[in-house]
């Protein structure tokens, strides 16, 4: 590890020398450089959940409703207000004189039009299932929407304080259809689109007619850089501004650099290892999840691989989460009990030969701590072959159900009970590794229609108690957010991942 931190350093100083000049132009131009670990995977809003996506296309479009950076409560955006009607209503109010990046006015309409769209099954968009509760949109007036829901749903303004509602042209969508807006975006966000070059970039210019003042950046582009080493060597080299997940291993030489900084915060992200029981397999077996969980060593792998940067967790929900309870105790690694639960269960764990899926490149050091869960798996006899997927074809396999018996995922942002506990447990829920349980499925089904605060948060402690033990999950960590950052761009990140270029301060 410490040859390669030495060739990086070397790498990223002679290239640093060459790309001096490109970056001081970009300084003088206030064009912003943004690294991902993949490209989106579509250009359309409110269509597949996917950080990655949404990250990129909501410099384009805005959300209906935001959350406020420091405390990240429900805050105006595109809705100057809300107030509560009655248990199955609730009104917004729209903020006037916000224009489309084609001239559409923003108006009532467009809040209609945008839920047509996700409640299309045509559509096949992955946000239906999260606005099922939704009966209908009325239009009370060109500013005035409610939202009108079968049941009570006192979490809907938290399921709209994000990317699942973004406001998309009414008229465009009608007139000139789904797959126009996919190739050309008409949002009324800060970023105009400027040009998608496939497995290269994603280019955004500055709207000068934002509704807010416009951004001090006149251009992003995202570059697509999969490996962290690569995305840190731009960095230093000077070819790229910000980048997300720096190597635990590399920070000291981020900060010694003199080129960027690191800019860390504890992320509402949490990362686990699913023990899939949504198709044929020994995860059927309670015993068998309660075993391998039994095998992982989370300590050992926040220590050895993540050099302490996670926090570890010993349910479904971090601490962050305003639904979060603390009563789930962590499961202990005890390779002795996970021997008496595999005996227990009529399973030889040397006959086992498992299968994990994780990608890449996506999340701090992913790829090297599936390998070392499949490690320490190897010492109690399992054998686990590791599958490296691209990000894209790692979600398909989820979504399609196509994974091994496990795979590695983080899942957020993570800041109410319902988006992480309704989405992952659940069957019929794009992104679960678990379900088909009635009493977990009857539980959420309560949970979400409750409306005294108290009796909510006794709900989805319940519900936390529940997954804890049915052992869906190694329950790992909440995940710590490394940011190199160059030395002219002033930016905070957020523990909601938003990488919001509209928030950034450029040297003047």
């Known amino acids: 590890m410490r040859r390669f931190t030495t060739l ?9 020398l060459a790309a001096s000049t490109p970056a001081q132009d970009r300084v003088r131009a206030k064009e912003v450089v943004v690294a991902f670990a993949a490209e989106p995977r579509t250009l359309l809003p409110n269509t597949i959940v996917d950080w990655t996506t949404n990250n990129m296309v909501e410099h384009m479009y805005d959300r209906l409703v935001d959350r406020d950076p420091k405390t990240y409560k429900p805050s105006p955006m595109l809705a100057t207000g809300w107030k509560v009607i009655n248990d199955t209503t609730w ?9 489309f990046h084609n001239g559409e006015v923003f108006d009532a309409q467009s809040v209609k039009a945008t839920m047509d769209y996700i409640k299309d099954p045509a559509n096949k968009t992955h946000y239906m299932p999260r606005w099922a509760q939704v009966k209908e949109v009325q239009i009370v007036n060109d500013y005035t929407v409610r939202f009108v ?11 709209i304080a994000a990317s699942d509602f973004l406001p998309m042209p009414p008229k465009a969508l009608k007139d000139q ?9 008409i949002g009324t966000g800060a970023f105009r689109f400027v040009q998608w070059a496939r ?7 500055r709207n000068p007619d934002y509704w807010q003042t416009p951004a001090e950046a006149s251009r992003v582009t995202f570059r697509f850089i999969p490996e962290f080493s690569a ?7 000077g070819e790229i501004d910000i980048m997300k997940d720096v190597p635990p291993q590399n920070v000291e030489m981020l900060e010694k650099s003199g080129k960027a900084r690191l800019r860390a915060t504890v992320s509402s992200r949490i990362n686990y290892l699913a023990l899939v029981n949504l198709k044929p397999g020994p995860m059927q077996d309670l015993r068998v999840r309660k075993a391998i969980h039994a095998a992982v060593n989370v300590d050992e792998l926040i220590q050895q691989v993540l050099k302490g940067r996670a926090t570890k967790m010993c349910g479904s929900l971090s601490p962050i989460n305003v639904d979060y309870s603390p009563k789930p105790q962590c499961w202990k690694y005890d390779p002795a009990q996970a021997q008496a639960l595999f005996k227990e269960a009529g399973v030889d764990p040397t006959k086992l030969q498992l299968t994990l899926d994780t990608p890449s490149g996506r999340y701090p050091l992913d790829k090297d701590v599936s390998l070392a869960i499949a490690a320490q798996l190897q010492r109690v006899g399992i054998k686990t072959n590791v599958v490296v997927n691209e990000w894209g074809t790692h979600l398909d396999k989820i979504k399609n159900r196509t994974t091994g018996d496990m795979f590695f995922l983080g899942w957020g942002p993570a800041l109410d009970g319902q988006g992480s506990i309704e989405q992952l447990f659940q069957a019929s829920q794009t992104y679960s590794s678990y379900g088909n349980n009635p009493a977990i499925d009857a539980k959420i089904a309560q949970a979400v ?23 869906p999950w190694v329950f790992l960590w909440q995940q710590h957010d490394l940011y190199g950052v160059a030395n002219w761009i002033e930016w905070t990140p957020r523990a909601d991942e938003r990488i919001w270029m509209y928030e950034a301060k450029l040297a003047r």
Request: charged share 30%; net charge positive.
């Open 177 to 185: 259809g789904v797959q126009a807006l996919a190739a050309k975006p």
């Open 449 to 471: 229609t409750v409306v005294d605060p108290k009796k909510r948060l006794e709900a989805w402690a319940e519900l936390q108690q529940m997954v804890r033990d049915e052992v």
């Open 149 to 159: 829901t079968e049941k009570p749903w006192p979490g809907l303004i938290d399921r």
């Open 8 to 16: 990086l350093t070397a790498l990223a100083v002679l290239l640093g």
């Open 199 to 205: 497995d290269e970039k994603l280019v955004v210019e």
């Open 231 to 237: 995305r840190l060597a731009a960095l230093l080299a």
């Open 91 to 99: 009104e917004f109010a729209l903020r006037r004189n916000v224009k």
